[in-house]
């Protein structure tokens, strides 16, 4: 069964420092999300991205995030300069479709902890 | 703005017996879904179950029913015969059509019920 698959599971990084999170959507899906949560905390949206460029972005996702769909299979969420507070489970999602119905896949999520 | 409730924070079931987690919601969108992810200890995010706003049945997926109530905006997630496997972190979430928003709409999730299945 195809699946969302993001590298790595978990990173260390220190404070001040960029790291790019890597998600391979389901091929021939077109719409991709990157969600985080921090521990013991909801799922919270950060940005979704179709037809090449940002759809939409929460007031999360500042200047601080970027993402890219480099190759048409990658998509990429990068952090320029980490704080403490980025530490959290961040989880890629893609859905074949829009509307309102149609389920998003999630991957794995990695874990990023700023040290 | 749209808004989902979770009020459990924790459930405890005994094994194969049917328990009930709650979800309301709060939009003034007519269109919109509302999902349940299941999330174990490991972590990931598993779609369970679905219902579409316009659906005038209740969803059903194996042991997995949505209670949809639309009136109270209630979507609770009943799962019937529980086993071991199903003790993990259960997230209710709604998408909205909006306005002026295009197609790729976010999910907004609950803060979550922590289901723990007896033996």
């Known amino acids: 069964e195809p699946e969302v698959t993001q590298t790595p599971s978990h990173q260390v990084t220190q404070m001040g420092q960029e790291v790019i999170l890597r998600c391979v959507p389901i091929s021939n899906h077109l719409y991709f999300y990157w969600y985080r949560q921090i521990l013991g905390q909801k799922v919270e949206f950060l940005v979704s991205f179709y037809n090449n460029e940002i759809s939409e972005k929460s007031e999360i996702f500042d200047d601080q995030f970027s993402v890219e769909r480099p190759d048409g299979s990658n998509f990429t969420l990068k952090i320029r300069s980490t704080k403490l507070e980025d530490s959290a489970m961040y989880f890629c999602?893609?859905?074949?479709?829009?509307?309102?119905?149609?389920?998003?896949?999630f991957g794995q999520g990695t874990r990023l902890t700023v040290v | 703005a749209q808004k989902i409730t979770q009020t459990q924070p924790g459930m405890f079931v005994q094994e194969k017996e049917a328990v009930t987690l709650d979800c309301t919601y709060d939009?003034?969108?007519?269109?919109?879904?509302l999902f349940w992810y299941k999330q174990p200890s490991s972590g990931e995010m598993i779609f369970l179950i679905y219902?579409?706003?316009?659906?005038?049945q209740n969803a059903t997926e194996g042991r997995y029913s949505l209670n949809f109530q639309k009136a109270r905006k209630s979507a609770n997630l009943v799962i019937s015969a529980s086993q071991l496997g199903d003790s993990a972190m259960y997230f209710c979430?709604?998408?909205?059509?909006?306005?002026?928003?295009?197609?790729?709409?976010?999910?907004?999730f609950g803060s979550g019920t922590q289901l723990t299945v007896l033996p």
């Open positions: 939009t003034s969108d007519p269109s919109y879904g």
């Open positions: 999602a893609s859905r074949a479709r829009g509307g309102v119905i149609t389920e998003a896949f």
């Open positions: 219902q579409g706003s316009y659906d005038q």
């Open positions: 979430a709604m998408r909205v059509t909006g306005v002026g928003s295009g197609s790729a709409r976010q999910l907004t």
